[in-house]
Every structure is written in structure tokens, then in C-alpha cells.
Nanobody, 125 residues
């Protein structure tokens, strides 16, 4: 049974930092590209960042470039999202997801095979 378990969310002030973790089990982790999505109330689930199976290639949505860093530790079956200089507009539930699809499919939720349950990130102004 595949499980993706996120942790590290919480309440932080504007300008603060959080590090999200997503521990994967029940799958061959190195065969999956990984992504972080976020969903604010009343809005769609949007991609924040994605990473190749090796970690050599990453993608970021423009709004988080220079502030967020996605990484992975294949020995620990874990993907991370380091979030710095947080803004109130970063407030959302953050989800990690695993994909066996091509890189071109990673921009939308349908491009992922498995999802975590989400972790809340709240940035106060």
C-alpha cells in the first residue's frame, strides 16, 4: 500500500521559514518524480515545485522562485520543501504527490499517481 505522509506545516509569521517533509512508503521511490502542490480555500490545487527522480532537475512556479527549494533524499524515501521568506499568500494546504508520468504532465494534479493527505501552512501578516 502506497503512503505519502507530509509533516512540518504550521503557523508562521510573514518572513518566516518552514520545512515540509513527505515520507513515502510502499513504492519504488526512485522511479517517481515528486511534486508539491498547494490549495487555498476556494481555489484550485496548484503545483508549487517538482523534482526529477534523481533530484538533478527541479521546477518552480514563478511565485516561489528564489524562496522555496525542493529536494529529495532517495536513501530516506523523502522529499522536502524548504520555504523561506513566507508571505500570507503562501497560506494553503500543501500536498506532496508522486508521478510516473512524463515531465510534461507534472504541472497538473492529473499527472500524479499518488497523493499525501496534506499539511496546513498558515502565514500570518
Amino acid at each position: 500500500q502506497v503512503q505519502l505522509v507530509e509533516s512540518g506545516g504550521g503557523l508562521v509569521q510573514t518572513g518566516g521559514s518552514l520545512r515540509l517533509s513527505c515520507a513515502a512508503s510502499g513504492l519504488h521511490f526512485t522511479t517517481y518524480k515528486m511534486g508539491w502542490f498547494r490549495q487555498a480555500p476556494g481555489k484550485e490545487r496548484d503545483l508549487v515545485a517538482a523534482i526529477s527522480w534523481s533530484g538533478s532537475r527541479t521546477y518552480y512556479v514563478d511565485s516561489v522562485k528564489g524562496r522555496f527549494t525542493i529536494s529529495r533524499d532517495n536513501a530516506k524515501n523523502t522529499v522536502y520543501l524548504q520555504m523561506n521568506s513566507l508571505k500570507p499568500e503562501d497560506t494553503a494546504v500543501y500536498y506532496c504527490a508522486a508521478s510516473t508520468f512524463t515531465a510534461q504532465a507534472l504541472g497538473v494534479p492529473s499527472g500524479y499517481n499518488y497523493w499525501g493527505q496534506g499539511t496546513q501552512v498558515t502565514v500570518s501578516s
